[in-house]
């Protein structure tokens, strides 16, 4: 099992000041699985993800991608290496076309033009976003926008992707179709996911496993059904029934 | 066909650029057009920096300094012609551009500008107060006299018309540049870094290495456009380069025809230019002031009512005009000047 690990993190702390966004927080992650991550707000679930991007270093422990440690390492490197993000507030370029906003992605594994566009082509179309690709990022409507943010992780053609909730916002039928959109894609690239999400019904149905946050503590981790009948879970993220 | 129909505005330019001596007769109509072509120059040179890139510097005219001064001391004291001087110019001041760029970028927006304000005026405080920098006399407010050999091969043509096709000459190899860069991926990771820095950095933009990248074009540009002004009249004074005027100008030209577009800046400058001589020709000494609030007047309108700048406010009535009819085909003529579809 542990020759199956793509990421590792190891004891990660992180301190704004006085406060601890996430506190001494471990979890390995294994080849082509999704991981969700969920949590009240505030548990510190984007703090991990921005850690692991390298947006800003961890202020104590290690995160080790494929055997080599990467805490503190700039994002494009990170990138580099093959770790992809989306945003959980879209950042789109917004004065650029859609498929502008993925080449600049795909220019990460491609020099050329032609070819970084036959890539945000393909991308696209793998995210059934094709038919906007002339559209300018600032005309996008909500769920467009968010399939652009995994258009553009995929461009870089990632080996684990961060996906911060990437379905909130979402009516009922979308969310449906978003799921099946990120398991077909991983399924398709072989890839590694980790989801911050809140929609219980797609976090539950995605997930191959669940690490649980709660105010920078990891409280859980362990299958679906395991994480949705811990006690302390309940207690304090699901909702106490008293 | 694409690419051709491309190359249509850059075969106007030329065409109707080569002509404008046959219509100006008088040297002082060709001094005025010497400063339209220069502005477009500079104004594109700052367009790849504060355009593409977003990178808001105030004080760019501190490269127009450094390439006249150091074209200047190179044939003074070396020998050596301008020709070469401007190259030797263009990249000290890149170099320069990199030095200062690393400390400042960790600056954002309104301070990144003043910074590079500041560093312009240090730079015209130095060059007009000292006699000798680094040992080399550079005359204070005196200034620097270039000798006169009337040789071409030292850059000293032979007419307002020679100095005219070359600046012409110079304006058409940064707009070839321009739209080169704006289609590579070097352009496309400076508009991500004009969009979101931080988005453009988890996408493998190494927004610092980009950053400096801007810089040193726009800096070389702009310090070979120094070198050849200065030239033209044989002299340099701190004031004449260092000042707020040009600095400023070439981005409000590049602002009011359109930033981020390849021809804003040549249709701003177009349009300034002769306006602001032409005012100051009309109100004389006595109502030098009238001159400057009318200026003043005109910018704020543009800036009120076309905030895309000329050039974006016309694209903007092309799409409206094509949303009438075609909707979906909208957004792609919107960005018809970045390049075009890519379908293959």
């Given at each position: 099992?542990?020759?199956?690990?793509?990421?590792?993190?190891?004891?990660?702390?992180?301190?704004?000041?006085?406060?601890?966004?996430?506190?001494?927080?471990?979890?390995?992650l294994?080849?082509?699985?999704?991981?969700?991550?969920?949590?009240?707000?505030?548990?510190?679930?984007?703090?991990?993800?921005?850690?692991?991007a390298?947006?800003?270093?961890?202020?104590?422990?290690?995160?080790?991608?494929?055997?080599?440690?990467?805490?503190?390492?700039?994002?494009?490197?990170?990138?580099?290496?093959?770790?992809?993000?989306?945003?959980?507030?879209?950042?789109?370029?917004?004065?650029?076309?859609?498929?502008?906003n993925?080449?600049?992605?795909?220019?990460?594994?491609y020099?050329?033009?032609?070819?970084?566009a036959?890539?945000?082509?393909?991308?696209?179309?793998?995210?059934?976003?094709?038919?906007?690709?002339?559209?300018?990022?600032?005309?996008?409507?909500?769920?467009?926008?968010?399939?652009?943010?995994?258009?553009?992780?995929l461009?870089?053609?990632?080996?684990?992707?961060?996906?911060?909730?990437?379905?909130?916002?979402?009516?009922p039928?979308?969310?449906?179709?978003?799921?099946?959109?990120?398991?077909?894609?991983?399924?398709?690239?072989?890839?590694?996911?980790?989801?911050?999400?809140?929609?219980?019904?797609?976090?539950?149905?995605?997930s191959?496993?669940?690490?649980?946050?709660?105010?920078?503590?990891?409280?859980?981790?362990?299958?679906?059904?395991?994480?949705?009948?811990?006690?302390?879970?309940?207690?304090?993220?699901?909702?106490?029934?008293? | 066909?694409?690419?051709?129909?491309?190359?249509?505005?850059?075969?106007?330019?030329?065409?109707?650029?080569?002509f404008?001596?046959?219509?100006?007769?008088?040297?002082?109509?060709?001094?005025?057009?010497?400063?339209?072509?220069?502005?477009m120059?500079?104004?594109?040179?700052?367009?790849?920096?504060?355009?593409?890139?977003?990178?808001?510097?105030?004080?760019?005219?501190v490269?127009?300094?450094?390439g006249?001064?150091?074209?200047?001391?190179?044939?003074?004291?070396?020998?050596?012609?301008?020709?070469?001087?401007?190259?030797?110019?263009?990249?000290v001041?890149?170099?320069?551009?990199?030095?200062?760029?690393?400390?400042?970028?960790?600056?954002?927006?309104?301070?990144?500008?003043?910074?590079?304000?500041?560093?312009?005026?240090?730079?015209?405080?130095?060059?007009?107060?000292?006699?000798?920098?680094?040992?080399?006399?550079?005359?204070?407010?005196?200034?620097?006299?270039?000798?006169?050999?009337?040789?071409?091969?030292?850059?000293?043509?032979?007419?307002?018309?020679?100095?005219?096709?070359?600046?012409?000459?110079?304006?058409?190899?940064?707009?070839?540049?321009?739209?080169?860069?704006?289609?590579?991926?070097?352009?496309f990771?400076?508009?991500?870094?004009?969009?979101?820095?931080?988005?453009?950095?988890?996408?493998?933009?190494?927004?610092?290495?980009?950053?400096?990248?801007?810089?040193?074009?726009?800096a070389?540009?702009?310090?070979?456009?120094?070198?050849?002004?200065?030239?033209?009249?044989?002299?340099?004074?701190?004031?004449?380069?260092?000042?707020?005027?040009?600095?400023?100008?070439?981005?409000?030209?590049?602002?009011?025809?359109?930033?981020?577009?390849?021809?804003?800046?040549?249709?701003?400058?177009?349009?300034?230019?002769?306006?602001?001589?032409?005012?100051r020709?009309?109100?004389?000494?006595?109502?030098?002031?009238?001159?400057?609030?009318?200026?003043?007047?005109?910018l704020?309108?543009?800036?009120?009512?076309?905030?895309?700048?000329?050039?974006?406010a016309?694209?903007?009535?092309?799409?409206?005009?094509?949303?009438?009819?075609?909707?979906?085909?909208?957004?792609a003529?919107?960005?018809?000047?970045?390049?075009?579809?890519?379908?293959e």
């Amino acid at each position: 099992m542990s020759d199956n690990v793509i990421l590792e993190v190891q004891n990660v702390t992180k301190r704004f000041g006085g406060l601890v966004a996430v506190n001494d927080v471990s979890f390995k992650l294994h080849n082509v699985e999704i991981l969700g991550l969920i949590g009240s707000n505030g548990a510190g679930k984007t703090t991990l993800f921005n850690m692991i991007a390298g947006a800003y270093p961890p202020t104590e422990g290690k995160i080790i991608f494929k055997g080599r440690e990467i805490q503190g390492m700039r994002s494009d490197n990170v990138c580099h290496l093959g770790i992809g993000r989306t945003y959980q507030i879209c950042q789109p370029f917004g004065a650029m076309t859609v498929r502008h906003n993925v080449m600049v992605g795909a220019f990460s594994r491609y020099k050329k033009r032609s070819e970084a566009a036959e890539k945000a082509n393909e991308v696209l179309e793998k995210v059934g976003l094709y038919y906007r690709a002339d559209a300018l990022g600032s005309e996008l409507t909500l769920p467009e926008l968010k399939r652009m943010e995994v258009a553009r992780a995929l461009a870089t053609e990632p080996e684990v992707l961060l996906l911060d909730e990437v379905i909130a916002g979402l009516n009922p039928t979308e969310v449906d179709i978003f799921v099946d959109l990120i398991r077909e894609v991983k399924e398709r690239e072989k890839l590694t996911i980790i989801i911050i999400e809140h929609v219980m019904r797609a976090i539950m149905n995605l997930s191959d496993r669940i690490v649980v946050l709660n105010q920078g503590i990891k409280i859980s981790e362990g299958l679906p059904a395991e994480v949705a009948a811990d006690p302390l879970v309940i207690e304090s993220y699901l909702g106490g029934g008293q | 066909m694409k690419t051709l129909k491309k190359f249509i505005p850059m075969a106007i330019l030329i065409v109707v650029g080569l002509f404008v001596p046959t219509v100006l007769k008088s040297q002082f109509y060709m001094q005025s057009a010497i400063y339209v072509v220069i502005y477009m120059y500079w104004a594109s040179s700052w367009n790849i920096l504060g355009g593409y890139t977003g990178l808001f510097a105030l004080g760019n005219g501190v490269y127009i300094g450094v390439g006249a001064y150091v074209t200047a001391v190179l044939f003074v004291y070396c020998g050596i012609t301008p020709w070469i001087g401007m190259i030797i110019a263009g990249l000290v001041a890149g170099l320069l551009s990199v030095l200062i760029g690393y400390p400042v970028f960790k600056l954002k927006g309104m301070y990144y500008s003043l910074a590079s304000i500041a560093l312009m005026s240090v730079f015209e405080l130095i060059f007009n107060n000292e006699m000798e920098i680094f040992g080399v006399y550079t005359g204070g407010p005196n200034g620097l006299r270039f000798p006169v050999t009337g040789r071409a091969l030292d850059m000293q043509l032979s007419s307002k018309t020679s100095y005219y096709y070359l600046v012409l000459a110079l304006l058409v190899i940064v707009l070839l540049f321009s739209d080169y860069i704006q289609n590579s991926k070097t352009g496309f990771y400076f508009r991500s870094i004009r969009a979101n820095q931080d988005a453009a950095a988890s996408l493998g933009v190494n927004v610092l290495k980009y950053k400096l990248t801007a810089h040193f074009i726009s800096a070389f540009f702009t310090a070979v456009g120094g070198a050849v002004y200065v030239t033209t009249f044989l002299y340099v004074n701190a004031k004449q380069v260092f000042g707020m005027d040009l600095s400023f100008s070439m981005v409000l030209f590049c602002i009011l025809g359109g930033a981020n577009t390849l021809w804003g800046p040549v249709i701003g400058a177009l349009l300034m230019v002769p306006i602001q001589q032409a005012l100051r020709v009309a109100a004389g000494v006595e109502l030098a002031a009238l001159s400057s609030l009318i200026y003043g007047l005109a910018l704020c309108l543009v800036m009120l009512f076309m905030p895309d700048g000329l050039l974006g406010a016309i694209k903007k009535l092309i799409a409206k005009r094509k949303t009438a009819t075609v909707a979906p085909l909208a957004a792609a003529v919107t960005d018809a000047g970045q390049g075009g579809a890519e379908d293959e």
